[in-house]
């Protein structure tokens, strides 16, 4: 809802990278002549919704892969099958990413800020109905 709230059109953004770029979502770059060096996430753009798919991709990675909720079941019940399977698809992904990451040894705040991004591309494609 909160997403819906700050971003009333998506359509103003052609591609989730632009989406991502105006939440700050993406890293920041520092270019000169042929060598490219890439930091953190820039913070620039809206920082209501950044503060919120972070705060989502937390709760998101402590489910367990495969598993739904009853109170999720329940949620789900009269939405179009098309939608589930994109939503169960997104949330497995991400969880699995999460992990990975983890695994590899990266810093659990990378992993979470990676796992927001993804998040926000998948929002992005479902408001554009680029499923």
Same mark, same amino acid.
């Given at each position: 809802?909160?997403?819906?709230?700050? =971003?009333?059109?998506?359509?103003?953004?052609?591609?989730?990278?632009?989406?991502?770029?105006?939440? &700050? @979502?993406?890293?920041?770059?520092?270019? +000169? #002549?042929? %060598?490219?060096?890439?930091?953190?996430?820039?913070?620039?753009?809206?920082?209501? /919704?950044? +503060?919120?798919?972070?705060?989502?991709?937390?709760?998101? /990675?402590? $489910?367990? =892969? #495969? @598993? %739904? +909720?009853?109170?999720?079941?329940?949620?789900?019940? $009269?939405?179009?099958?098309?939608? =589930?399977?994109?939503?169960?698809?997104? /949330?497995?992904?991400?969880?699995?990413?999460?992990?990975?990451?983890?695994?590899? &040894? %990266?810093?659990?705040? /990378?992993?979470?800020?990676?796992?927001?991004?993804?998040? $926000?591309?998948? =929002?992005? $494609? @479902?408001?554009? #109905?680029?499923?």
């Amino acid at each position: 809802m909160n997403v819906h709230v700050e =971003i009333a059109d998506f359509t103003h953004f052609p591609t989730a990278k632009a989406f991502m770029a105006y939440l &700050g @979502l993406t890293p920041s770059e520092s270019s +000169s #002549g042929d %060598k490219i060096s890439r930091s953190s996430i820039t913070k620039q753009g809206n920082s209501t /919704v950044r +503060s919120t798919l972070v705060e989502c991709a937390n709760a998101l /990675v402590k $489910g367990t =892969i #495969g @598993l %739904k +909720s009853k109170r999720v079941k329940a949620r789900q019940k $009269g939405q179009q099958s098309e939608v =589930i399977s994109y939503a169960d698809r997104a /949330v497995e992904r991400l969880q699995r990413k999460y992990h990975r990451m983890m695994y590899q &040894g %990266k810093p659990r705040n /990378v992993a979470i800020t990676a796992i927001a991004r993804e998040l $926000g591309c998948f =929002i992005w $494609g @479902l408001e554009t #109905g680029k499923i």
